[in-house]
């Protein structure tokens, strides 16, 4: 079992996720080793969910641009790792190290919520109405 830091799945809704990139942040969190390193290539997370080459790129791209998954290497040489913030440790004591260690360099790298489309609705001129 690993510990995280995060109660993520709670804020799944707020990060606008397709169903493909849960999918695929499902499967890097089971095969994840302690740290968050996921040692499995997209054509390997592919092979598990049958979602095919482009919505695989798709998914991975927006779970790298919401910071949830960092990429490192280029090319087709990509390794994936899980924020830290969001990854599993062996024990708490290794989570709490990882973090006091992320805390030295300004932090894990942010995880990105988007923002309105557009600005909330404005308050009306009535009060609240109670509907029967």
Not at 6 to 12: A, D, I, Q, S
Not at 33 to 48: L, N
Not at 116 to 126: E, I, S
Request: aromatic share 4%; net charge positive; hydrophobic share 35%.
């Amino acid at each position: 079992m690993l510990f995280n830091t995060t109660g993520l799945l709670g804020m799944l809704h707020q990060l606008q996720l397709t169903p493909t990139a849960v999918d695929v942040l499902s499967v890097m969190v089971k095969h994840q080793e302690a740290g968050g390193y996921v040692g499995m290539k997209q054509s390997e997370i592919d092979e598990i969910l049958g979602v095919g080459q482009g919505s695989m790129s798709r998914a991975m791209a927006l779970l790298v641009e919401r910071g949830i998954v960092l990429r490192s290497g280029g090319g087709r040489g990509h390794r994936y790792a899980l924020n830290p913030a969001v990854a599993g440790y062996e024990s708490q004591s290794e989570l709490e190290k990882e973090m006091t260690q992320q805390l030295t360099v300004g932090g894990p790298p942010p995880i990105r919520v988007p923002g309105y489309a557009k600005r909330p609705p404005k308050p009306g001129k009535g009060g609240l109405h109670a509907v029967a």
